[in-house]
């Protein structure tokens, strides 16, 4: 019988479902949990995955997440999507949901982890954390819960249900412009209900609501490869700056010139390496 490994304390904890993406070439790990933990792991933090998925999922992701400690609920099926571009724009289709992911599920030693990332693809999270819970920070990317699908499983908009609470106690929150289908009133609204609103807006760059002011972070021009995750790690490092610097605007320059960087790859390789990380940190100086 092996020996039982307590588990340590972590500087990054992130919930949510890590996912199989259904490409052309066959499936592909993907979902925010994946590519947030791998950034926070790249900029030299401890991490924590919280998790659903299948067991071929799970082994993948152990073989990607290397060192990284991850509970993972056993589920028949991994969270699968597909994406289906076309001039029209991107459709996207749900195969398979994994299981729903109870707050319960975080251990002790990581309930005060320095920052907490909230981050559903598919509705398999409440959208209320627990008191016993207290990151430092809190931060929230919230597109798992305002999209849902019909019954053959395409991915449309809908209301995030019970929004207020959360975005309330979050000290970030990040959403796509896409999450939101472009809608101004929808961000000015969410804007004047939590701290700090980040809106990623893929080659466009980012805009920062925050203690009134708004403004715009422009991305460098790259030959863009896939932008599959670039709002993930855009996340994960504003996230990251912020909780050090407390300076949110110097956040969102980072994570700005970190995401550009990152469609310059495929899939997962678009992780930030280490140059990248030192290249952007002198940048925004």
């Known amino acids: 019988m092996p020996d039982y490994v307590p588990l ?3 500087d990054y904890l992130v919930m949510g479902h890590i996912a199989q993406d259904l490409t052309r070439d066959g499936f592909r790990l993907g979902g925010t949990a994946a590519y947030s933990a791998l950034t926070a792991r790249a ?8 998790t659903s998925a299948n067991e071929k999922t799970s ?5 990607a997440f290397d060192g990284i400690p991850v509970i993972s609920i056993p589920s028949e099926h991994s969270t699968t999507f597909e994406n289906i571009y076309a ?3 991107r459709r996207q289709i749900l195969h398979h949901q994994a299981e729903h992911i109870s707050f319960e599920l975080v251990p002790e030693v990581w309930r005060s982890a320095s920052i907490i990332h909230l981050g559903p693809i598919a509705q398999e999270l409440d959208s209320e954390l627990p008191k016993k819970i207290s990151p430092a920070l809190l931060g929230v990317t919230p597109q798992g819960w305002m999209r849902t699908w019909n019954g053959d499983g395409r991915i449309v908009p809908c209301k995030w249900e019970n929004a207020e609470p959360l975005l309330s106690q979050a000290g970030a929150v990040v959403i796509s412009r896409e999450d939101v289908s472009g809608d101004e009133e929808l961000i000015e609204s969410m804007a004047h209900q939590t701290r700090i609103l980040a809106v990623t ?3 466009a760059g980012a805009v920062l609501y925050w203690n009134g002011d708004c403004r715009r ?5 790259v030959a863009e490869v896939d932008a599959t995750g670039a709002g993930d790690i855009f996340a ?8 050090h610097t407390r300076d949110p605007w110097e956040a969102a320059r980072f994570a700005t010139q970190l995401a550009a ?4 790859r495929f899939g997962l390789d678009g992780i930030p390496t280490q140059r990248e990380v030192d290249e952007c940190l002198m940048e925004v100086f």
Do not use: C, D, W, Y
């Open 236 to 243: 994960s490092a504003f996230f990251i700056r912020l909780n």
């Open 201 to 203: 807006e893929a080659e």
């Open 59 to 63: 082994k993948t992701s152990m073989k």
């Open 217 to 221: 972070f422009r991305a460098p021009e």
């Open 8 to 10: 340590q304390p972590v």
């Open 43 to 50: 900029i030299g933090l401890r991490v924590g995955v919280i």
């Open 261 to 264: 960087r990152s469609v310059t």
């Open 87 to 89: 001039e029209s724009g």
